[in-house]
């Protein structure tokens, strides 16, 4: 496996961050919906994401989700891991991402989003870091700071999660329990 691809600044830009953001299709999940005979949706999220979104929120980041499509599946899962922020259905990330900041104090360039396809584009433009999976398309690709060396729902949320948390010197209080020797085994 190769590693991330991380562009010039795309450090700086990940220290500032306060607020991370992230698509679902394709960046939480593996792009894939599965419908059961009576129509229930099911999705497959990696628990390692969802580990690494719990250590971005004990490091004091805020954590939301902008999605274009609705689904009770992501209501479930962003409650299991208390994501307060959530707005799915969001035909114009931009503006979600927008009303989302209205009175936080959080600046523009203090965000991260991740995203995969075409309608994250303006976002991944405007936010201060922006991230991508690897197999995102290549417009998508050629657009982010960070492009992680995994695939979407399989574990690429965690690898720029991690590479945030290092660029914000926040990786050794988050993660020194696991590492310590005292550690219990």
């Known amino acids: 496996m190769s590693g991330p691809v991380v562009r010039q600044g795309a450090a700086a830009g990940a220290a500032r961050v306060r607020l991370f953001l992230t698509d679902v299709d394709g960046v939480l999940t593996d792009g894939g919906i599965l419908y059961d005979a009576a129509g229930v ?5 990696h628990v390692r994401d969802g580990h690494g979104i719990k250590m ?7 954590v939301g989700i902008i999605t274009g499509r609705t689904s009770e599946v992501v209501a479930i899962r962003a409650r299991e891991l208390g994501i307060d922020i959530v707005r799915q259905g969001a035909r114009d990330k931009v503006s979600a991402w927008r009303e989302i900041l209205n009175g936080t104090g959080i600046l523009p360039a203090e965000t991260a ?9 303006p976002l991944l433009r405007a936010v201060g870091f922006s991230a991508a999976p690897s197999d995102a398309e290549p417009y998508v690709l050629d657009a982010v700071h960070f492009v992680a060396s995994r695939p979407g729902g399989h574990g690429a949320v965690r690898e720029i999660v991690e590479f945030l948390l ?3 010197g926040s990786w050794d209080a988050v993660t020194g329990k696991y590492f310590s020797e005292g550690a219990a085994r």
């Open 56 to 62: 971005l929120q004990r490091a004091g980041v805020a």
């Open 166 to 168: 290092r660029s914000r």
């Open 41 to 45: 949706e099911s999705k497959r999220f």
């Open 113 to 121: 989003y991740a995203g995969d396809d075409i309608v994250d584009l």
